[in-house]
């Protein structure tokens, strides 16, 4: 879908799949004027698709926007985006049953207008494209392992942490290729400003289970992504008794409460990977381990929102919603 400042947003097309051109002097290709979103299309045992809280990912889009100086795609035309592209690839949404798998659908949108003055673009495009994803374990769930960057932040204090824009993404891909030379699957980041607080990791927010019931996530910070899992997760938690904080955390307090054994799980949340238990974490100069096996709130929270997503329980909370 085309928008120009005068004339707003274009009706969309719905065209097959391949390269899309650009003008070279396309302001995205400079500035990095450029967001998006990641979410799933369902299929459940009837046939039916669905994805899971689609509004709140045209919110944070929405939000993105506002941030990036780009124009907000209406939540109504957002959805419908999505409906279209799904209903075109229906064949792709792969069958019930057939373990995590889904249609993984990633809206973006990009300053397409060509000139090379350092300002907000005239003009934008919104595209939909969609890939079929496998589950994110295959052969068994196990926890994951951290490397905590002390070189690297996600994003500063009044940088576009928040905003879901490919910049943040940019800044982390040094944090990967460090956490991997450490034999790491997963950086994590702390904020930028002291280096003391848990942030989250390159794609995933963090939680804790700490064995007095309670369940720990940092606060949103604003350098922090605002998670749909994490927020999903947040009320989950409370409906299954767990007390739930938001608030900083010391890296200190992840070291300490595996430690003294306070903490008894760890585990990171996204759309990609649901929610994944997290085992080591390390740090230049030790390690420390809070579990080799998945916990059991970490598994209980994942299959309670696997279950919704997949249709295998009510959605009494509205947060399904039917594309097809
Ligand atoms: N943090 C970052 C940096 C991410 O890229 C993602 C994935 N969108 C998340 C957290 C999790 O967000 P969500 O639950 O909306 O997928």
Known sequence: IRWTRDGGWENGDLLPYGPISLDPAASVLHYGQEIFEGLKAYRHEDGSIWSFRPQANAERLQRSARRLALPELPTDDFVESIKVLVDADQDWVPDYGTGETSLYLRPFMIASEAFLGVRPANEATYYV???P???????????VSLWLSTDYAR???????????????ASSLAGQV????????????????THTYIEELGGMNLFFVYRDGRLVTPQLTGTILEGIT???????????GLTVEERRIPIQEWKDGVASGEIAEVFACGTAAVVTPVGTL???GGECTVSTEPGEATMKIRETLLDLQYGKTADTRGWMQRLV
């Open 155 to 169: 994003a500063g204090d009044g940088g576009t942490g928040a905003a879901k824009c490919g910049g943040n993404y």
């Open 133 to 143: 994803a496998g589950a994110y374990f295959s052969g068994g769930i196990k926890p």
């Open 282 to 284: 390390k740090w230049d």
């Open 178 to 193: 460090q956490a991997a030379e450490y034999g790491c699957d997963q950086v994590v980041f702390l904020d930028s400003s």
């Open 230 to 240: 994490r927020s999903s997760i947040l009320q989950l938690g409370s409906e299954m």
């Open 129 to 131: 494209i969609a890939s």
